[in-house]
């Protein structure tokens, strides 16, 4: 053989090395991605989950919110007239006013 086509073998060698290590690399990538993709944070399985959880906070809030407008419609009773708050003191408390006759039903056994 002659020296340039040694030179060329040599370079070609090289030049195949040199795309096996990039491919090497590549596909080295790809399988990390994949795995970030299916296992790691950020995942499909925890977007899912983080979603359900979402759902779930929102219905609890919406309860919460309900709540808070049926207790500041209390709050708004109870500052505007004695009327609520008697109705919660013959109600809780069993108040009985002056002069009032208390009559209690008991049902049969």
């Keep these: ?15 195949i090395t040199s795309v096996r290590w990039l491919i090497a690399l590549l596909v080295t990538i790809f399988i990390y991605l994949q795995f970030k993709l299916w296992v790691g944070d950020g995942s499909y399985s925890e977007v899912h989950r983080l979603k359900d959880a979402i759902g779930q906070q929102q219905l609890e809030n919406q ?3 309900e709540r808070n407008v049926a207790l500041s419609g209390e ?16 109600n809780e408390l069993g108040m ?4 009032e006759t208390f009559f209690q039903i008991v049902g049969q056994k």
Excluded at 1 to 15: D, H, K, P, S, Y
């Design 1 to 15: 053989m002659t020296q340039r086509n040694e030179a060329v073998i040599a370079q070609t060698t090289t030049g």
């Design 63 to 65: 309860k919460a919110i």
């Design 75 to 90: 709050v708004k009773d109870l500052r505007q007239g004695l009327t609520a708050v008697e109705e919660r003191a013959r």
């Design 96 to 99: 009985i006013k002056q002069g």
